[in-house]
């Protein structure tokens, strides 16, 4: 059941300017049903996106170039350039580097002042830019409308003091998932659904049909994930450790291996005027410290004292068993560390839409006119896969993301390769593995949590309402009608991966 609020037709909504500070998520997350927004841009605010796309990321709307991303591939048919450590493409246009993380462009797209209604209310001056990074560029390029954005309504304070400390419900920033690349277009709900069912913190998520207007009127753009800031709401409230307005531990986005400390590869969310990095710099001197090669107590001990081990091998069997490339491991970004006060630096899952598929870096589709890469091109290292890489993946592996077993998981990611090497952690990895196949992701229960999602969104896909190009991401429609099978088809195959892991590795 659909709530179109503040559609056309009704009557003048109200001024929304709330403060309200304790977040409502029955009403903005609401879990049994999709919610609807409305966004306007004026003309000018397109035309101001527009510009700022191409001055950044090099190109305007609907006009892509190049293979994987625009600018990325040099016209002789080289290699592209690589990033000081030898993980990942540069872009030709000048784009940076996180350590291993692929950033396009040059910088965060700028933030608009749009209006939004929802639920009768009007919200003024609501900041709206795009996120995303080769998402973003592949829809930027092919000319998609349904793209990658986030929301945040007290952006502009400064310029418009009545909006100082706005909230919407509670929620003063929002990121809002178009699922580009997942034609079920539940995937960045489900596999959130999956994490925190699984004991593992992550973003409350919800289903909104959006409507936009970029100027020419109100267009559908079909089915989106709203999904939870990490640093607005998720980690108050689910670790119940803050302490006024903000969490009382640092909050990063790192783009890191961890190989080594640069303070540039971990984004402050919190406490931005603190040049504090002591609890990750800790963290990464422990993990490569020698002495887990002499002393393995010794370097669990102090490695424990920086970082929530336990934690984070429950993460990494959970997305290892779903499948998850598009993280640590394949790619260094799509992940938040909180310093929790009571249990040190924990890991939190961040963009899902690459979950449960087999598609992988190497599927992802090119732009228009791009072609192929050039004959005999190889990805480098830290963005495809290795030469000799197994059927299970590694390292960014083109199918499947990090093996179950992680043999083929190289020192370029000491996080993983340490740990796995270390036969404690090791066995507890295994372990986790065991309980969350056996308690979590059975075909039954999956098929039922599937099934629900699908058949909640469906009638806004393609029953009455229909996502249409180029405001959908979609292919065309038999690719969502298909979807249900092919997650089911992948959970069946994945607990058959894990029973031969363990009988593998008793």
Known sequence: MSLSFGCTGQSKPQIANSKQSTPNYALVFPQGRVSTLEITLTKADWDS??????????????????????????????????SPDGHSFLPMGGGTMGGGGLQLGKGEPNYVAVSLKFNGKTWQKVGFRLKGNSTLMMSWGQGIYKLPFRLSFDEFEKQFPETKNRSFYGFKELSMAPGVNDNSLIREKVTADIFRTAGIPAAQTAFYKVYIN???GLK???????????DDTMVKTQFGEAKGTMSEGNIYKPESTFARFNPKQFEKKNHKKQADY????????????????TNPLQWRTNLEKTFNVPHFLKYLAINNVITNWDTYGAMAHNFYLYNSPTKKLTWIPWDNNEAMSTRGPGGMRPMPGAGQPPQGFQPPEGFGPP??????????GFGAGVSLNLADVDKKWPLIRYLADDPVYFSQYKAYVKEFTE??????KMQKLFAQNHALIAPFVNGKEKETKPYSQLRDESGFINSLNQLNEHVVNQNKKVTDFLKENL
């Open 49 to 82: 996106i527009n510009g700022d796309m191409k001055n950044k990321f090099g190109n305007e709307f609907g006009k892509g170039r190049g293979f994987p991303g625009p600018g990325m591939m040099p016209k002789d048919g080289s290699r592209p350039p690589m």
């Open 214 to 216: 970029f100027g020419e």
């Open 220 to 230: 559908y753009c079909g089915v989106y994930t709203m999904v939870e800031a990490i």
């Open 278 to 293: 002591g609890d990750v710099q800790a963290f990464v001197t422990a993990l490569n410290d020698s002495v887990r090669l």
């Open 387 to 396: 030469p000799n890489a197994s059927p299970m993946g590694g390292r960014g």
């Open 439 to 444: 308690s979590v992701f059975t075909p039954a």
